[in-house]
């Protein structure tokens, strides 16, 4: 009773605005430590999906840095202090030299939307290339570029132009093909010369490190140093979205857009998601150039909230765990078991089409047919409300919302890893049998 009286509440404060986990079995979280969240009854749930709080749910060194700072001083970013530059010079030792001013903000969405402004305003065009199902943010002018959105609301803009996702086990170019990576940058080409075509010019190719929306999707090797020759070729800059994917989540690099080798330099570099561990805080890094365009237009760009004093204590304090506690190592060791466990369901359960992703960031795609690669979009609903019932929290996305996805805190653990197979063989033990009645 007390959990509908809440929901009808919820409903009527805040109508259709927020959608709920488990909506027609709700789940009422009042605590949370490390990966682990709590219900009102203190029963622990296992989170696979909460990619924000990076190193864990009120990790006690992040708290602690967030209270004394804001028991010190908390106020409007335009007064110096000293945990901005800190913060800074810290985030700039883990970045390309050539990528050297920041801007502080308080979302993915605002560094996206202010990204979108220094490419336009320092090539002077207007046009920007993002990738199919992607998603860059919830202000307008990023459901612009955000094909995700735009295909269910009022459509395309003519200044918005779409690539194919990179996708070898769905897309045009597959795990079979040569070179997929070039092939797929080729695509790319295409789409500015159908661009010039039309006598128009190219502002920026945007785009996530790792799409995750379009279903963890990891791009092929060499795809966006060839991306950026053709885009720089036509006078735009390379945007990366860091915000799901950045600070170690991958493991091997601190960026995700590192993977791609030494070659791969973006223009300009977006993050947020984890940054503060759950705190609002956000940024956008690029070169002294295009900053230097920015600020030509003498028109002042400031953020009162973006690298408050509090925010940015908190943003070191995420930091400093990171290296302390080796969460990239911890990423790749239970990242690299719990794909190796996947895969060997892979090999159990035919309705497990693909397994893919690196670290922390992994995708189970489920078919109803492998050799059609037909999505099982109603069986990974279903999955994702039994697991619920298993206190496993995990959602789905892809184009189909056929892919389970793994962002769980960085703090995960083999232990964690093991349950999550365990649970996943069990569930799709009935899940197949359902099929096949």
């Known amino acids: 009773e007390i959990g509908s009286c809440i929901i009808r509440k919820s409903t009527l404060l805040l109508r ?3 959608k709920l986990f488990y909506s027609d079995n709700p789940v009422k979280i009042v605590r949370g430590r490390g990966q682990y969240l709590y219900d009102e009854k203190d029963v622990r749930y296992l989170d696979c999906i909460s990619n924000v709080h990076h190193v864990g749910h009120c990790h006690p060194d992040v708290t602690r840095a967030a209270t004394a700072q804001m028991e010190l001083l908390n106020t409007n970013s335009r007064f110096l202090h ?3 530059i800190s913060y800074a010079n810290r985030l700039s030792a883990t970045l390309p030299d050539k990528l050297s001013v920041f801007y502080f903000v308080n979302s993915g969405s605002e560094a996206n939307d202010l990204a979108l402004r220094l490419a336009q305003q320092y090539t002077q065009h207007e046009d920007v290339i993002v990738l199919d199902h992607a998603y860059h943010g919830h202000l307008k002018s990023l459901i612009d570029i955000s094909p995700y959105k735009f295909r269910k609301l009022s459509g395309q803009k003519e200044w918005v132009h779409v690539a194919p996702l990179p996708d ?6 597959r795990e079979d093909h040569p070179n997929p990576g070039e092939a797929y940058a080729d695509t790319v080409r295409d789409v500015i010369e159908d661009v010039h075509s039309k006598g128009r010019k190219i502002s920026a190719f945007f785009c996530e490190s790792l799409p995750s929306v379009g279903g963890q999707i990891i791009l092929p090797q060499g795809y966006l140093t060839k991306v950026s020759e053709y885009v720089r070729s036509a006078g735009g800059v390379l945007v990366v979205d860091e915000v799901q994917t950045g600070f170690g989540r991958v493991g091997s690099h601190f ?8 070659a791969c330099c973006p223009d300009i570099v977006t993050m947020g998601k984890p940054m503060g561990n759950g ?6 890094v690029t070169t002294e150039q295009v900053a230097g365009a920015f600020a030509g237009t003498g028109v002042e760009y400031f953020n009162t909230f973006g690298g408050n004093p509090v925010s940015c204590a908190i943003g070191l304090a995420v930091l400093n765990v990171l290296e302390q506690e080796d969460m990239r ?18 090999t159990k359960h035919q309705i497990v089409g693909d397994v893919r992703g690196v670290g922390l960031f992994l995708g189970l795609e489920l078919v109803v047919d492998r050799e059609l690669r037909t999505p099982a979009t109603e069986v990974a609903a279903a999955v994702v409300k039994r697991w619920g019932l298993e206190r496993i ?9 056929s892919v389970i996805k793994f962002k769980p805190p960085m703090c995960f653990s083999i232990a964690d890893a093991d349950l999550v197979a365990q649970k996943i063989d069990h569930v799709l033990t009935g899940e197949e049998v359902k099929l096949l009645q």
Not at 255 to 262: I, V, Y
Not at 332 to 344: I, P, Q, S, Y
């Open 16 to 18: 259709q605005s927020i």
């Open 82 to 84: 000293d945990n901005i």
């Open 168 to 173: 070898i086990y769905r897309g045009l170019y």
């Open 255 to 262: 960026w995700a857009f590192q993977m791609q080798g030494e």
């Open 279 to 284: 705190h609002p805080l956000a940024c956008v």
């Open 329 to 346: 190592g911890n990423a790749t060791r239970v990242g690299a078991h719990l794909k190796d466990l996947l895969n060997k369901l892979q």
């Open 393 to 401: 929290f995990v959602s789905t996305d892809g184009p189909f919302e």
